[in-house]
């Protein structure tokens, strides 16, 4: 049976904004990650908190924070981020999804600059360049300049989107969009089934949101992300044996430079800190 959220105080009109967090054991994190939505210039929403039996205070920090806007989903066992995300996915009331992975956090102007550039467009589905945070939350790294648009066709060798960044319209995705069940990459999963959708989906073109890397964890959930890769572009896509294969090659190889690219900022960044400390 899927839990009922709890800790909903109002029975209003559905918010514009549906904005779905995640969370295991997010203690040290998730209070500054709803800060950051609290914070936002922008502010019809309500928030899906999904806890995936965490062991830690989390729940406790989450109730503690008394928002009528909060909806409080605790799962009895631990069941993955996809499992969660969607949970989150099916109470949501929004018309606009939009996600926040729980250590993560966005900029104040996120959801009025992002919603206003689609209801403006009309573009369904959008994403934003994005800061890269250590644990302190100190800024090491960037994404850089992403590509304006992203296509089923362009993401597969490389999916240059983050989940903290981006919003969709259900109006125009035909409904609600969901992750495929699987522990890992099922972001990238649902990225791929929402431009099997809408064809595109398109940048706004602002750091809007921070993406939090732990010390020592780049490399490890790349190599914990392998088979989970392949299971997406030969399982769930079913791209067959070849072209699987070769966009599973290229992955490797760019997720080889991002770990270099991330390894050296962050060394960077450690020694500038002692450089002016001294």
């Keep these: 049976m899927q839990p ?27 209070g500054d990650a709803l800060a950051s939505v609290f914070a936002q210039t922008f502010q ?50 929004g018309r606009y999804l939009a996600f926040l992975d729980s250590d993560d956090l966005w900029h104040p102007r996120k959801l009025e600059i992002q919603v206003a550039a689609m ?12 800061d890269i945070i250590d644990e302190q939350g100190r800024p090491f790294a960037a994404s850089g300049r ?15 989107i983050r989940t903290s960044s981006i919003v969709y319209d259900t109006a125009a995705t035909g409904g609600k969009v969901y992750c495929p069940d699987i522990r890992k990459r ?8 929402l431009l ?4 595109q989906a398109h940048l706004v073109d ?15 959930n790349k190599l914990h992300n392998i088979g989970y890769q392949w299971r997406v572009l030969f399982e769930i896509e079913r791209l ?16 080889g430079g991002v770990i270099a690219y991330r390894r050296w900022r962050r060394l960077l960044s450690a020694m500038s800190r002692r450089h002016a400390w001294s």
């Design 44 to 93: 019809d929403f309500e928030i899906v908190v999904v806890d995936d039996a965490s062991t830690d205070a989390t729940v406790a920090l989450v109730r503690a924070l008394r928002d009528p806007r909060i909806a409080l989903i605790e799962l009895p066992s631990n069941v993955g981020p996809a499992a969660s995300r969607n949970a989150g996915i099916r109470v949501a009331r």
């Design 146 to 160: 992403l590509p304006a648009t992203a296509t089923y066709a362009g993401l597969l060798p490389h999916c240059f």
């Design 119 to 130: 209801r403006s467009s009309g573009r369904p589905f959008t994403y934003t360049p994005y």
């Design 196 to 199: 099997k959708r809408v064809g």
């Design 4 to 30: 009922s959220p709890s800790g909903r105080l109002s029975t209003a009109t559905a918010p514009l904004v549906t904005i779905v967090v995640p969370t295991c054991n997010s203690a040290g994190f998730v």
């Design 240 to 255: 067959g044996l070849g072209p699987s294969s070769w966009y599973m090659g290229c992955w490797l190889v760019r997720s």
């Design 186 to 193: 099922q972001d990238f999963g649902l990225f791929l089934s």
């Design 206 to 220: 602002a750091p809007l949101c921070s993406y939090r890397i732990r010390a020592n964890s780049v490399s490890s």
